[in-house]
């Protein structure tokens, strides 16, 4: 095989495996997307989602390293528009958050559940998981902490 009918099959190849059809992504409505509030905006911000959380911090207290802990912040869409997080990020990897990809309409409640691996730390640790969603301002942070004691050898 000459070198030109390498080099186009192996283009041919990279262009099939390059192009493959985005396949299980869940696609949201840009419009349930769209926040009208913007530092130049003269737009009524009365109908934008509006997180309430009954409490933006939780305490699990004292408890061994190698312990996982979870906790539901609860929330609800106080908002007139449809609540749309699109992103929930941890400080670390021993914090994974939880949350709906659907909407939560105007008056519904929500959870962001958040799951700690204390494996490997010890002493009062505090982590935070970012929300992103089409609130103002679009980002709330929650914080979790707990005091960690060593695990007996």
Request: charged share 20%; glycine share 6%; with cysteine.
């Amino acid at each position: 095989m000459n070198t030109r009918a390498f080099i186009v099959i192996f283009l041919f190849i990279v262009f099939c495996i390059g192009c493959k059809p985005d396949s299980g992504n869940k696609k949201v409505d840009p419009e349930l997307i769209n926040n009208p509030v913007s530092a130049t905006s003269t737009e009524d911000t009365s109908k934008i989602p509006v997180f309430e959380f009954e409490t933006e911090n939780h305490e699990f207290g004292s408890i061994k390293e190698g312990d996982v802990v979870s906790f539901d912040f609860k929330f609800r869409n106080a908002g007139k528009a449809p609540l749309i997080i699109t992103q929930a990020s941890a400080s670390c990897g021993c914090t994974v958050p939880e949350y709906s990809k659907d909407p939560i309409a105007p008056a519904e409640n929500g959870f962001i559940k958040v799951t700690f691996n204390s494996e490997g730390k010890h002493g009062m640790t505090s982590k935070t998981v970012t929300l992103l969603a089409n609130t103002t301002p679009n980002t709330k942070v929650l914080t979790i902490s707990a005091d960690i004691t060593k695990k007996d050898n």
